[in-house]
């Protein structure tokens, strides 16, 4: 579990292990990690874009960004939350997760980040 608070954006993250659409005999391993992004603070904020740093636990890494978060660029205001779930394929049985949503404030326009502190990712029982 991960849940970091920047700028009054909290970033909460639960992951799971998926065996039946993982192959461990081929080194492929699938989880499923659910967000909940809720604004705590007192000014409207706008999801613009994210990165991803996903480490496994050989030590390869992989930089991951782009607009929004799955297909959307969720505004909230204060109060609000905006949950989805995505999910993350690694080599190895075990591995880490973590990065950053910059933000836009409103009514000032300005940008900021959402820190997503690390998050393991690991099959049950290995860890």
């Not at 190895?92 to 933000?103: C, D, I, R, S, W």
């Not at 836009?104 to 990712?121: H, S, V, Y």
Request: with cysteine; hydrophobic share 35%; net charge negative.
């Amino acid at each position: 579990m991960s849940d970091t608070t920047s700028i009054g954006i909290r970033v909460q993250i639960d992951s799971a292990y998926i065996p039946e659409r993982s192959e461990p005999t081929e080194s492929y391993f699938f989880f499923a990690y659910h967000v909940r992004i809720s604004n705590v603070g007192t000014e409207t904020a706008q999801l613009l874009s994210r990165e991803w740093i996903i480490t496994d636990s050989d030590g390869n890494s992989e930089r991951v960004s782009g607009p929004g978060v799955v297909g959307e660029q969720p505004t909230l205001r204060p109060g609000e939350v905006f949950e989805y779930t995505s999910f993350c394929p690694l080599r190895t049985n075990v591995g880490m997760m973590q990065g950053a949503y910059t933000m836009k404030r409103f009514p000032g326009g300005e940008t900021f980040e959402a820190r997503i502190d690390p998050f393991t990712l690991a099959v049950p029982g290995t860890v």
